[in-house]
């Protein structure tokens, strides 16, 4: 870290803590205000149908959320600093695809996991070299990756899906305990790494700064263009992680996984309280977000409702959760 970031971060960490505890009881207010909006949710749908409320649902929702939860972590340092991924639609059948190709031609799991990871990291590390030297918009360079990924997907596998040939290697859906698939305890253990990474480390302060304003914090010594590229390299290793769990859960590996997770992964970043203009999120947040987004779905799948209804759902819970951050964005600018 340089001198001038340091100057620059030391107001707020020791100076003046009054600002630290502003922030802290924004979070809480916030975090509080979107758990009560989750309660209703769920004593609304509780009323709505009988089989809602039981412990088989609910853990039927916690490992339903746990791909779309995975890929949101990778998106809310995206938008944190200030850009978003759409290729993550596209990384994810990808590495469903090819982590049961991996596995089929005797590689082990492990090693088959961690070449996925890679190949989503090299998607990452592309998107994010495009942005920050060629300078092309995140939206037209995500979009342009979300493509091709998704088209190498259907193309290594004629678009038909590869079932694993070992049903061992979907060890990821195996128990961890207490029947809690893996899985499960790997994206807990994921949000607490990104919780810890936020809100504990220098890079976390370094990305809240690059989302809040790049060109001071270029000023202030912090090397924008690397943490920028480091984001998208993190986002696209979590994408392909998710994928490799689609493929357990699954025990197949499918290009037509995931063509949502893009939308519901911004919404659930956005409902979590994140602005897309930069510089505002967290992870908890975000979770709230994911748990909103599954249980909505979870509930309207109970109440039989089509799959078509689901999407306007959707859509329509992301332009919610948009207009209010940008109703909190117009507050805190006439609180300041």
């Not at 469903?96 to 088959?112: C, E, I, R, T, Y």
């Not at 092309?136 to 193309?155: D, E, F, H, K, W």
């Amino acid at each position: 870290m340089s001198q001038a970031f340091a100057e620059t971060a030391a107001p707020e960490t020791a100076a003046d803590p009054g600002i630290r505890r502003q922030k802290l009881m924004r979070l809480l207010v916030q975090l509080f205000g979107m758990g009560f909006f989750y309660l209703l949710i769920v004593v609304s749908l509780s009323f709505a149908s009988p089989f809602f409320l039981t412990w088989s649902n609910a853990a039927n929702v916690l490992t339903n959320v746990t791909v779309i939860g995975i890929v949101a972590l990778g998106q809310s340092l995206a938008i944190i600093s200030g850009g978003f991924d759409l290729s993550v639609a596209g990384v994810l059948p990808l590495g469903s695809v090819l982590f049961a190709l991996f596995s089929n031609a005797g590689m082990p799991v492990p090693v088959a996991i961690a070449l996925v990871i890679i190949i989503g990291a090299v998607v990452g590390l592309i998107n994010g070299l495009i942005v920050t030297k060629i300078r092309i918009s995140p939206l037209i360079v995500t979009l342009g990756t979300l493509s091709i990924a998704g088209g190498l997907a259907y193309a290594v596998t004629d678009g038909v899906t590869v079932p694993l040939a070992n049903v061992d290697a979907g060890v990821l859906a195996d128990p961890a305990f207490a029947s809690v698939p893996a899985y499960v305890v790997a994206f807990v253990a994921l949000a607490f790494a990104g919780t810890f990474l936020l809100n504990f480390t220098v890079y976390g302060r370094m990305l809240y700064a690059v989302g809040g304003n790049p060109e001071a914090s270029r000023l202030a010594g912090i090397r924008v263009d690397l943490v920028t590229i480091s984001v998208y390299v993190l986002c696209g290793s979590l994408s392909a992680f998710a994928g490799v769990v689609v493929a357990s859960q699954l025990l197949a590996g499918s290009a037509t996984v995931g063509s949502d997770v893009a939308l519901s992964s911004i919404t659930a970043v956005v409902l979590g309280g994140a602005s897309l203009s930069g510089g505002v999120g967290n992870i908890g947040g975000t979770l709230i977000g994911v748990l909103i987004l599954g249980t909505v779905a979870n509930g309207l799948a109970l109440l039989h409702v089509p799959a078509f209804y689901q999407q306007i759902v959707t859509g329509t819970i992301l332009l919610i959760g948009v207009s209010f951050a940008r109703l909190r964005e117009v507050l805190a600018r006439e609180d300041s």
